[in-house]
């Protein structure tokens, strides 16, 4: 009998199951890597649509490709954002809101505040005394100067104390403003041993009426300015006696703080 040949054993196959997590990490390594390069482009819009793509492709539409679920806080967070044109940032730059709010506002507390020196002089029947002018870099009060002064000098008259003293009370509910205290003369020469000229005339009744004012000790007398212009900033003719008498006066100036924004703001004219 022949004998059986005696078969040797088969050899065992490798074991490849380690192939499957293998391609699976490489199929991941793949889409980050793509992921970096989506978040390295400018065309943010594309990458949001490949990594919403992958994202179902792979993970179900959630997982490490879900773009909508990035932190915000993470670089490259905001790709999905559009971004502002340089333009669209300069108009709507804060400062310049804030700066046309502010303004607004001045106009308004200045408008508030001629309001009531426009009541108290009609109260008072001093219309032909006073006025009042609101305009792209002020307010000014007008006075004429023989409401506050007898001729040729620069005490201010006991019974025109109670005027600064009105002037006075209304100024300080607005602290924040620069005021300027200006005294002005007529072209006609001094005449008398206390003056020597117009310059000196004008300056003392500007320095004076500021110092009634600042007897208020709610206002701040660091915002407060004398000036004297003398005979040199007339706002009438000085060849007649009515233009003379307009030129004779003191000036409160209160100085707008955004002049430079109120092209846009309106102007308010003489009262009374």
């Known amino acids: 009998m022949k004998k059986a040949k005696k078969h040797e054993p088969h050899e065992e196959h490798a074991d490849e199951s380690w192939l499957l997590p293998y391609s699976d990490l490489m199929t991941l390594l793949l889409a980050l890597f793509i992921v970096l390069f989506g978040m390295s482009s400018i065309d943010a819009g ?30 490259g967070a905001d790709l999905g954002k559009k971004k502002e044109q340089p ?19 001045e106009q308004e507390n200045l408008e508030k505040l001629k309001k009531r020196l426009d009541q108290y002089i009609s109260k008072n029947g001093l219309s032909d005394q006073l006025n009042t002018k609101l305009n792209q870099s002020e307010l000014k009060i007008t006075i004429s100067d023989n409401a506050l002064f007898s001729s040729g000098r620069a005490d201010v008259k006991p019974e025109s104390r109670s005027l600064a003293k009105a002037i006075s009370s209304m100024l300080q509910e607005f602290p924040e403003y620069e005021v300027v205290v200006s005294g002005h003369t007529d072209n006609i020469p001094i005449s008398n041993n206390q003056y020597k000229d117009n310059w000196d005339l004008s300056a003392d009744r500007a320095l004076n009426f500021l110092k009634i004012l600042l007897l208020n000790t709610q206002l701040d007398p660091s915002k407060f300015t004398p000036s004297g212009y003398g005979e040199y900033h007339p706002i009438a003719s000085n060849d007649n006696n009515t233009g003379r008498a307009q030129n004779r006066r003191v000036e409160v100036s ?11 703001v309106k102007a308010v004219g003489e009262g009374n």
């Open 46 to 75: 594309k990458f949001e649509q490949m990594a919403s793509a992958l994202s179902s492709a792979l993970n179900g539409g959630s997982g490490v490709l879900d773009y909508s679920s990035m932190n915000p806080e993470t670089p």
């Open 87 to 105: 333009e669209e940032i300069t108009k709507k730059s804060p400062n310049q809101i804030t700066d046309a709010q502010m303004a607004q506002k």
């Open 254 to 264: 209160i100085i707008r703080k955004y002049q430079s924004n109120n092209t846009n």
